[in-house]
């Protein structure tokens, strides 16, 4: 799960990391309040929020002065211009592809005096099982750009769990970014308290970028961007109240609430598959078959027959599903109760579509039957391999 920036720093600052002084506004007189809160007669930087990266250099459409997401204010007139300007406008960077993002929200926030920029990020890293401190002098550009161009500008440390952040770490980020004194010592401070941060929020990375020294001496978080593992939400329910599903596929936030893992990827075949291995294996031979899958869905092993209703519709609300293979090895879940809830939710659509349905397992009698004496075209496959052929010959057959 993704916050905006203003929520990142919002838990930063309760971890001990400074960062600017700022509020979030969803309408334009909100946004010039919050100047006015923050006070001095500026510059304020008005931020659009959105959950997607590069908004400086965006361009919002129709804006004939191919201006950004992030604006100086030099007055309280600029403010309220600024926000007019963006809110209820569609950001396009490039991460957002070229539909771009609606913006709903703002962040006013104080201006910086930047001396440097730098970039910091721990992530969990799950090559090594290990934190990955990330840190360069390279801040306020993408990582991976800094990557391909300048590989030796990236420091990297691994942090062992057994021993936790440690003062050794802290030095060695402090040295690799040109930090010395009381800026040193300032930095030091900052990366302990974000990697505290990262462990205690069960956050799967917290990445700064640009973390900058001021003309004064201070090193400040002028940006931040925190993920969480949707896995251990349930030990953080104050986190689930930051969710914006106004960010989200609304296709893959109705998944999530009724416990499903789905993707919607580009091709033509539907796939309800139980098991994220499966899953991968059903996509892969669906590929070597010569078409695409639509989608990424994992039922789970328990799932009832609702949820197997509402994966099946969930599928089915995607226009480019030409044909739909459902590949079920019935474990934990038996198939019988696969198959009802694949004929329930067939009776349900309007079924215009292929359907393919390879059941092994428990009660795979018993489910093959269900489908049988449905009434449904359902076609019933024996293996992984000729379930593919079968959904991929229907949808070639009904394209011709």
Wanted: with cysteine; net charge negative; hydrophobic share 45%.
């Amino acid at each position: 799960m993704n916050v905006h920036e203003y929520q990142a720093k919002e838990l930063l600052r309760g971890f001990g990391v400074p960062v600017p002084r700022g509020a979030p506004a969803f309408g334009v007189d909100e946004a010039v309040a919050a100047a006015e809160a923050i006070g001095g007669e500026g510059p304020w930087v008005v931020k659009a929020q959105i959950h997607a990266g590069g908004r400086g250099a965006g361009r919002f459409e129709g804006d004939p002065e191919g201006r950004g997401g992030v604006r100086l204010a030099g007055s309280l007139d600029e403010v309220r211009a600024h926000a007019g300007a963006m809110l209820g406008g569609v950001l396009v960077t490039k991460q957002t592809g070229a539909g771009g993002r609606a913006v709903r929200r703002l962040y006013v926030e104080e201006g910086c005096d930047i001396a440097r920029e730098h970039y910091l990020a721990m992530l969990v890293d799950r090559g090594t099982g290990r934190v990955m401190a990330m840190a360069s002098t390279e801040g306020g550009m993408d990582i991976e750009q800094v990557a391909e161009e300048s590989p030796e500008k990236i420091l990297t440390l691994a942090i062992d769990p057994a021993t936790g952040f440690r003062p050794f770490h802290a030095r060695r980020l402090a040295f690799g970014l040109g930090l010395a004194g009381d800026a040193a010592r300032a930095g030091a401070e900052l990366f302990s308290n974000l990697y505290r941060a990262l462990v205690e929020l069960d956050a799967s990375i917290v990445e700064v970028n640009p973390l900058v020294l001021t003309g004064g001496g201070a090193v400040v978080a002028l940006d931040a961007k925190v993920s969480f593992d949707d896995n251990a939400l349930y030990r953080h329910p104050e986190l689930g109240e930051l969710r914006d599903e106004d960010e989200e596929d609304p296709t893959e936030v109705e998944a999530s609430r009724h416990e499903l893992s789905y993707v919607a990827l580009d091709g033509e075949i539907g796939c309800m598959v139980n098991g994220a291995g499966l899953a991968m294996a059903t996509m892969d031979i669906i590929k070597l078959h010569g078409s695409e899958p639509a989608n990424f869905l994992d039922v789970g092993g328990n799932a009832t027959r609702e949820r197997v209703t509402a994966a099946f519709k969930i599928i089915l609300s995607d226009p480019n599903v030409k044909g739909i293979l459902v590949n079920i090895f019935g474990g934990i879940m038996r198939c019988d109760i696969v198959a009802e809830g694949v004929v329930a939710a067939a009776r349900e659509v309007d079924l215009a579509v292929p359907l393919v349905v390879r059941l092994e397992g428990t009660n795979v009698e018993k489910g093959k039957s269900i489908l049988a004496e449905s009434g449904l075209p359902i076609l019933s496959a024996d293996g992984l391999e000729d379930a593919a052929r079968k959904v991929v010959e229907a949808v070639r057959g009904g394209a011709g």
